[in-house]
T-cell receptor, first 113, second 115 residues
């Protein structure tokens, strides 16, 4: 039990639609990051938020966007869904930006049809 | 270029055997961190260990042990007396100062422990 909770756990969307995934970070953690994990692959870094500001981004297009709220919870938004967006989306939280341990939630399984 | 290489895609062992999972990393940073995570079929990534680049002391925790060698850029993970519950995908990850400490994962090693 990491204290990182994500919702929804599973969802199915149609190509072209938009989706919002939500994450509550572990108590006391002010950094949230999001990762995409395609089937059979390692997680890929999407972006990171620190104190409500984006603090790093991986190789993902602008239709992947996010927010971090004052309580450090976070959202991941994906517009114009494509079939290749089907994946497990993992939220992670940590304290600060100095390589501290990063704890993951159970993920949101997104299927795009 | 892949910064974390886990050359073993799949490993199958019989219960009670020892098994070592290999991880080789690449970085130019002097300050970096290495992690191992376990991912059971449910999907959640379970944190196992974190090591910083200044601490090469190897560690044993119960049936788990880790061997960090900067000279060979390796951070290997050994399970002693494996159990069926150890079956999962194991990921090695690198966190570097120059990339904001985001995790850069290897492709994972799928471990199957059979009775």
């Amino acid at each position: 039990e990491t204290g990182v909770t994500q919702s929804p756990t599973h969802l199915i969307k149609t190509r072209g639609q938009q989706v919002t995934l939500r994450c509550s970070s572990q108590s006391g953690h002010n950094t949230v990051s999001w990762y995409q994990q395609a089937l059979g692959q390692g997680p890929q870094f999407i972006f990171q938020y620190y104190r409500e500001e984006e603090n790093g981004r991986g190789n993902f297009p602008p239709r992947f966007s996010g927010l971090q709220f004052p309580n450090y919870s976070s959202e991941l938004n994906v517009n114009a869904l494509e079939l290749d967006d089907s994946a497990l989306y993992l939220c992670a939280s940590s304290w600060g930006l100095s390589g501290n341990t990063i704890y993951f939630g159970e993920g949101s399984w997104l299927t795009v049809v | 270029a892949q910064k974390v290489t886990q050359a073993q895609t799949e490993i199958s062992v019989v219960e009670k055997e020892d098994v070592t999972l290999d991880c080789v990393y690449e970085t130019r940073d002097t300050t970096y961190y290495l992690f191992w995570y376990k991912q059971p079929p449910s999907g959640e990534l379970v944190f196992l260990i974190r090591r910083n680049s200044f601490d090469e002391q190897n560690e044993i925790s119960g049936r788990y042990s880790w061997n960090f060698q900067k000279s060979t850029s390796s951070f290997n993970f050994t399970i002693t007396a494996s159990q069926v519950v150890d079956s999962a995908v194991y990921f090695c990850a690198l966190s570097e100062e120059n990339s904001g400490y985001a995790l850069n994962f290897g492709k994972g090693t799928s471990l199957l422990v059979t009775p």
